[in-house]
C-alpha cells in the first residue's frame, strides 16, 4: 500500500477511460468516465462554475489505476443536496472562509451510489485511509476548509468512515419493486398488482389521477437509448431550461452535456415524452443501470393535470415493474412521493472540518439533527399507502 502513487488530477482527460469503468464494478451510471467526461467538456462543472474538478486518485507502481473518486474543489454549496448553507454562514460570522472547500461527489446527482472506486486486489479500507491523508494534507495546500462526501452506498460508507469523520443522516424516497405482505423476492407483475397492494382509498386517488392525464388526450413515448432521436431531445431540452427560468434560475446542465452523455452513453438512458396533438408538451430523461431506475430531468412548457406525477413518477414504476428492475430512485425530497409508494430511506454523508473549533459545534448540529430525521421518517412510514396485516 506505501507503494501507491496518490495525486489530485484537475481533468478526466488525464486519466483513461478503461482504467476507469473498470473500477467502476455496479455498473452505476453516474459513475461512468462518460458521465462524468460530459460534465466537463460541456462546461457544467469547471472552476468558472463554482466546480473545479479535481479527482482523487491512486496508482500502482507499474502505473495503473487502482482507485478513485470523483471530486471537486467548490466555491459554494449548489447542486450538492447536503446542505450546509448554516455552517458556511458561520464561519463568515467569525471572519474566516468556508469557501473553497472539497468535495467527493456526483455534480448535481442526489442518488447513492459508490463514491470509492477501487479495484478487488485493492484492501478498500486501507486505500480509503492513505487517500483521507492525502485529503487532509490537500486541504493544507490549498487552503480548504473541509472535505465532504456525499450520497456513499454501503461499501463505501464503511470503507472512508474514520473516526475524524462526521456522519450526516437524511432522507429519500424511493420506490422498491417488492410486493408488500409476500415473499421478499416477489416483484410486481402489473401496475395493477401494485395498486393491490394500497388501500381502496389511495388505490383510487392514483386511477384518478392518471385517469386526468389521458382525459387530456396525452399520450407517452418511450425512447430507449439509441432510439433518441434529435428531435425528441431538442424538445426534451427546451422543457428542462424553461421550467428552471420560471423559477428565475438557470438549468445546471446544458443541451451540450444531454448530446453528449445520448452519444457515449446510449445503453443507460431512457426519454419518456408526453405527446398531445402530435406535439410534444412534456418529458423525463432517465438514466438506469441492470436493477435501477433513476429519475432525474423534467421539464414541460405548460401545465397539465397530474401530468409531472405521470410522467415523472407512474410512467417509471411501469417501466421498473415491465423490465423487472429492482427500484426507482426518483431523486431528492417529495413528501408528495409518499402517497404514491415511495418508501423513506436514509442517506449519508461524510464530513472532515480542518478548524478544530467548529468541529464540536458541527458535530453537535449533526446529532440534533439525525434525531430529527428518524422522527421524520418514522412520521413519513406512518402515510405510506400500503394495507396494513389488519386491513
Not at 462546461?43 to 463554482?50: F, I, P, R
Not at 430511506?345 to 459545534?361: C, E, G, M, R
Amino acid at each position: 500500500m506505501s507503494e501507491l502513487n496518490i495525486q489530485f488530477l484537475s481533468s478526466l482527460l488525464e486519466i483513461p477511460s478503461d482504467q476507469w469503468n473498470a473500477l467502476n464494478h455496479t455498473g452505476n451510471p453516474f459513475l461512468k468516465y462518460e458521465f462524468l467526461l460530459a460534465l466537463e467538456t460541456s462546461g457544467s462543472v469547471s472552476a468558472a462554475t463554482g466546480w473545479q474538478p479535481s479527482h482523487l486518485t491512486a496508482r500502482n507502481k507499474d502505473q495503473q489505476l487502482v482507485a478513485v473518486m470523483p471530486s471537486y474543489i467548490k466555491q459554494h454549496s449548489y447542486g450538492e443536496y447536503v446542505f450546509d448553507w448554516s455552517w458556511a454562514d458561520a464561519y463568515s460570522h467569525y471572519g474566516l472562509n468556508y469557501y473553497p472547500k472539497l468535495l467527493s461527489a456526483i455534480p448535481f446527482t442526489p442518488s447513492v451510489g459508490p463514491r470509492l472506486l477501487a479495484g478487488p486486489i485493492e484492501p478498500q479500507r486501507d486505500t480509503a485511509q492513505l487517500m483521507f491523508d492525502a485529503v487532509r494534507a490537500y486541504a493544507d495546500k490549498k487552503s480548504l476548509s473541509s472535505w465532504h462526501l456525499l450520497f456513499p452506498d454501503p461499501p463505501s460508507l464503511a470503507a472512508l468512515n474514520d473516526n475524524h469523520l462526521m456522519v450526516r443522516q437524511g432522507c429519500q424516497f424511493q420506490w422498491r419493486n417488492q410486493a408488500e405482505n409476500e415473499t421478499a423476492d416477489t416483484m410486481f407483475t402489473s401496475f395493477d398488482h401494485f395498486l393491490n397492494q394500497m388501500t381502496s382509498r389511495k388505490r383510487k386517488n392514483i386511477k384518478k389521477e392518471r385517469l386526468q392525464v389521458s382525459n387530456q388526450s396525452i399520450r407517452f413515448v418511450h425512447f430507449e437509448g439509441k432510439e433518441i432521436t434529435q428531435e425528441a431531445l431538442g424538445q426534451f431540452y427546451l422543457f428542462y431550461h424553461a421550467t428552471y427560468l420560471k423559477r428565475g434560475q438557470q438549468g445546471y446542465l446544458n443541451q451540450s452535456f444531454f448530446q453528449q452523455i445520448t452519444d457515449s452513453m446510449p445503453d443507460n438512458l431512457l426519454l419518456v415524452m408526453a405527446e398531445k396533438e402530435g406535439a410534444f408538451v412534456a418529458g423525463a430523461l432517465f438514466l438506469k443501470d441492470h436493477e435501477t431506475l433513476y429519475g432525474r430531468y423534467w421539464g414541460c412548457l405548460e401545465d397539465y393535470k397530474q401530468l409531472h406525477f405521470e410522467t415523472c413518477y407512474y410512467q417509471g414504476i411501469d417501466y421498473c415493474i415491465t423490465h423487472q428492475l429492482k427500484r426507482f430512485d426518483a431523486g431528492a425530497q417529495g413528501e408528495h412521493k409518499i402517497q404514491r409508494g415511495f418508501k423513506p430511506i436514509p442517506t449519508y454523508s461524510l464530513h472532515w472540518v480542518k478548524n478544530k473549533d467548529f468541529q464540536a459545534p458541527i458535530n453537535d448540529f449533526i446529532h440534533r439533527e439525525t434525531v430529527q430525521v428518524n422522527e421524520y421518517m418514522d412520521d413519513a412510514r406512518q402515510y405510506l399507502p400500503f394495507k396494513t396485516l389488519s386491513d
